[in-house]
């Protein structure tokens, strides 16, 4: 559905010395400098995927998101999605995809959404049943039929949240690119999106490639991601792989009984691996995770255990420190 | 064909929906406008106190011309003028992102999305004023000449719209349009003058590649002189010619459309 090719892009920009001084000298002459946002991706999305697609800030994910979509031309490289090139902006193209950006609203602030969804209904060409079928739908799973002849300004952000999805998923779109769909949102609203993205994923099937901050966006909807770094794909494989890649250590949670026992102290339990934090009724330590079975029998032996909890490192943490390990390739 | 004009039939319930939440701003327009008008009328009132004749046109023609300004301006500000204005920041802030995406013209949208419904009242006055000059004109006109005339106004119109866009698309590159917009109002200032003043390589360019004077002098023109072809040719030809001018250099600008940042 989505096949990616060498697509590099490339944006010129001006640089500006600070101050009034700068600004007259950049008046004669201004430095002129070439910024590589996307340099050489390749990849392949199918059908009923969801793919996550991660990278700091600036690492070039809504460039790519733009191209896919067909409002950016590339620089270098091609792309094929449903079978068009992005950019050439066939109107079949365009009647196949959708896009939602959380931070820009599509839909007319001053009017109730429905107005807003009769217009896309007119400018996708939706058939009258096709249309009161999705809307039914759409308004149902996302529990909003009531606010449909709100004016929009009037609801929180979260009900235009689902407002724009509903206008992004109307027509029935075969590839949807989700640029930070659950952003600024509470966490009642986060759950609520990313329930009814799968729920939407379940029964259409579409290609989707999602872009988040919120590593539990990630966590729930990806099994596969794409990691960009200064413009360059450095990871394209599933989340777990990469949990396991690079997640070199468990964290062992021990709740202590207090029932007499010697306390466990920096000396007593140092040796089993490092210790996060330490008080009367809780022991936590970070131990590698070949080692995590030994260390969990000897707190069990050395300590009064109440509970013992082994957990996997945070993964927003594992992505985290990919993002920012400059330079180092990923495998 | 049809599923535009059902598409502009959206745009007009919209912005007559949201332009009747703003009463005050209704009303001030409705003022701003009369006084406009008023003003004009003024100017050349105390102009041919000192002159029996301007570019050719008495003071009975002169007044029809102005009034077909104030139609043509009217239509202009009411169809065109909002979406003109938001263009620039569209473009400048990443806006034009979501009118790229659907399947429709992007320059449709863009270009009339914004129905002026606040002017609309003004609208009205200025047919009002027109079929006042046209009436107390000493000559009555002929029926085809009125028909060849509102023709041309509106292609005069039409044309109008396509010269403000020409002069905003290079914010593409740019990114901004300050300039651009003073330099379009200057020229501006040409369309609310008879062709007839415009004399040597000025008269050529303004019948030319700057084709302001044929926004309303040249349509009034066939009243006075009768319909020759000749001029409707110039103003149709005209207004293709810069029209195919601008779908170039739209369809240029959205390639070096760069959209902004998230």
Not at chain 1, 110 to 120: N, Q
Not at chain 1, 236 to 245: F, K, M, P, Q, T
Not at chain 2, 55 to 74: K, R, T
Not at chain 2, 147 to 161: E, I, M, N, P, S
Request: proline share 4%; hydrophobic share 50%.
């Amino acid at each position: 559905m989505i096949e990616v090719d060498r697509l590099s892009k490339t944006f010129h920009v001006y640089r500006k010395p600070p101050g009034l001084l700068g600004s007259l000298k950049s008046l004669v002459k201004r430095e002129r400098v070439e910024k590589r946002a996307v340099k050489d991706v390749s990849f392949r999305i199918g059908e009923g995927e969801i793919v996550g697609l991660l990278g700091a800030n600036g690492a070039g994910k809504t460039t790519l998101t733009k191209m896919l979509a067909g409002i950016i031309h590339p620089t270098a490289g091609d792309a094929d999605v449903l079978g068009y090139r992005p950019w050439e902006r066939d109107d079949r193209f365009r009647r196949q995809i959708a896009l939602v950006m959380g931070q820009k609203a599509q839909l007319w602030w001053d009017l109730p959404a429905a107005d807003s969804f009769l217009l896309l209904k007119e400018i996708y060409r939706i058939p009258d049943a096709t249309y009161r079928e999705n809307l039914a739908y759409l308004t149902s799973v996302l529990g909003i039929e009531k606010e449909l002849t709100i004016q929009l300004r009037r609801l929180s952000l979260g009900e235009r949240m689902k407002m724009e999805l509903i206008a992004t998923l109307l027509h029935g779109p075969r590839v949807v690119y989700l640029d930070e769909p659950t952003i600024g949102l509470d966490l009642t609203a986060q759950r609520a999106i990313r329930n009814f993205i799968l729920a939407y994923r379940e029964e259409n099937r579409p290609a989707m490639l999602l872009t988040s901050h919120y590593m539990e966006d990630i966590q729930r909807l990806c099994k596969r991601i794409l990691i960009l770094r200064d413009g360059e794909l450095v990871y394209d494989g599933s989340l777990a792989r990469v949990v396991e890649r690079y997640a070199t250590h468990k964290v062992v949670t021990v709740h202590l009984r207090r029932d007499g026992k010697d306390c466990p102290t920096p000396q007593t339990v140092g040796d089993l691996g490092e210790i996060v934090s330490l008080d009367p009724d809780t022991l936590k330590l970070r131990v590698p995770r070949g080692e995590v079975a030994d260390a969990a029998a000897a707190l069990l032996s050395r300590c009064s255990v109440a509970d013992l909890l082994i957990e996997e490192a945070d993964v927003g943490d594992i992505i985290e420190s990919i993002l920012t390990a400059r330079g180092e390739s990923v495998s | 064909m049809g599923r535009y004009l059902r598409l502009y039939g959206y745009f007009l319930r919209f912005s007559f929906s949201k332009a009747l939440q703003f009463r005050l701003d209704f009303y001030f327009r409705v003022g701003m406008d009369a006084i406009w008008y008023g003003v004009n009328l003024a100017f050349f009132g105390v102009l041919f106190q000192h002159t029996g004749a301007l570019g050719g046109w008495n003071y009975d023609q002169v007044l029809v011309f102005i009034c077909g300004v104030f139609l043509s301006d009217a239509l202009h500000m009411t169809v065109f003028a909002n979406n003109m204005w938001w263009f620039p920041f569209l473009v400048n802030h990443g806006d034009l992102d979501y009118y790229l995406v659907r399947p429709v013209s992007s320059l449709f949208f863009l270009s009339v999305r914004d129905f002026a419904a606040n002017s609309f009242l003004n609208l009205l006055l200025a047919v009002g004023i027109l079929v006042w000059a046209i009436a107390r004109y000493p000559q009555p006109f002929d029926a085809a000449s009125l028909v060849v005339y509102v023709a041309l106004l509106l292609v005069g119109v039409f044309l109008h719209y396509v010269l403000s866009l020409l002069f905003l698309i290079p914010v593409f590159w740019l990114h901004s349009a300050h300039g651009l917009r003073e330099i379009y109002f200057s020229f501006d200032r040409f369309t609310s003058r008879p062709h007839g003043i415009y004399r040597g390589w000025m008269g050529r360019v303004l019948t030319s590649i700057l084709p302001f004077a044929l926004i309303v002098s040249y349509p009034t023109s066939v009243l006075f002189d009768g319909v020759t072809w000749q001029v409707v040719v110039h103003v149709l030809a005209a207004t293709l010619g810069v029209f195919l001018f601008m779908l170039w250099l739209w369809r240029r600008g959205l390639r070096a459309y760069a959209s902004a940042s998230s």
